[in-house]
């Protein structure tokens, strides 16, 4: 199947920096991303949905301008969490959408963010 | 998307089946039915997905009743690697635009 990448895999940052984290897909192209947020022992919820070339869709109560999602190719999506508090620390997960595999969604790995 | 309701929690005996039940009876005539688990601190894996008909893959089965109203996914020979949170999702097909919305899952334990 196809490979969705997460990068990096785990990350640990002060209260007030910036955090970046990459999701590549590796053997196709995605048109579109989606980023999901998950605390422990709850489900992944859903933050924004990534188009290549256009701006994000942010589910309701996600903050646009905390959470910076950008889709510049077919194969990365990026999503930066600004100014980070405590609350941020989350398991983030990204998924692509193959293309010519509309009933798909391929996820990468996640990423442990930990805010101190 | 219709919404679906699976147990929270489920026990199974390595080398036993697996029947992981899920009820979604609002479903539309055009949503599909997928499954997808999570295996601790890991990302969603699809295992399997179906309409109307039975569905098998090397990961498991699919029986989806006549009324479309449930489902169960069915792991024939359950291992130690099988325990995981188990999503049951509906979704239009061909939709890759679309984002899987996920419930609470089952969480399936495998033991010795």
């Known amino acids: 199947g196809a490979v969705v990448s997460q990068h990096p895999s785990w990350v640990i940052c002060k209260s007030g920096t910036s955090v970046k984290i990459e999701c590549r897909s590796l053997d196709f192209q995605a048109t579109t991303m989606f980023w999901y947020r998950q605390f422990p022992k709850q489900s992944l919820m859903l933050m924004a949905t990534?188009?290549?070339?256009?701006?994000?869709?942010?589910e309701q109560g996600v903050e646009k301008d905390k959470f910076l999602i950008n889709h510049a190719s077919l194969t990365l999506s990026t999503l930066t969490v600004t100014s980070a508090h405590p609350e941020d620390s989350s398991f983030y997960i990204c998924?692509?959408?193959?293309?010519?595999?509309?009933?798909?969604?391929?996820f990468g790995p996640g990423t442990r963010l930990t805010v101190t | 998307d219709a919404k679906t309701t699976q147990p929270p929690s489920m026990d199974c005996a390595e080398g036993r089946a697996a029947n992981l039940p899920c009820n979604h009876s609002?479903?539309?005539?055009?949503?599909?039915v997928y499954w997808y688990r999570q295996i601790h601190s890991q990302g969603p894996q699809y295992i399997i997905h179906?309409?109307?008909n039975n569905e098998t893959n090397e990961m498991a089965s699919l029986i989806i009743t006549e009324d479309r109203k449930s489902s169960t996914l069915i792991l024939p020979h359950a291992t130690l690697r099988d325990t995981a949170v188990y999503y049951c999702?509906?979704?239009?097909?061909?939709?890759?635009?679309?984002?899987?919305?996920f419930g609470k899952g089952t969480t399936l334990s495998v033991s010795s």
């Open positions: 990534s188009n290549e070339g256009s701006k994000a869709t942010y």
């Open positions: 609002t479903i539309s005539g055009n949503e599909y």
């Open positions: 179906g309409l109307k």
């Open positions: 998924s692509a959408a193959h293309g010519l595999a509309g009933y798909e969604q391929y």
């Open positions: 999702i509906v979704r239009v097909d061909g939709q890759a635009g679309t984002a899987l919305i």
